[in-house]
């Protein structure tokens, strides 16, 4: 699979930004929420939010 790494990357930091390592989320449910944003957000594009809500 050519190009994979940079979709990871692009997900890795679309994650990041949601759920900062600083934070220190690992043990709650806000977690799985930000990670899920992250991986809608990869999905569906800038209207992830509004089909959440």
Known sequence: MLGSTQANESLNKSIAS???KQLHLSGSANL???????????????CYLTNVI
């Open 18 to 20: 949601k759920a900062p």
């Open 32 to 46: 799985n929420f930000r990670v899920a944003a992250g991986v809608a957000q990869k999905n569906l594009g800038s």
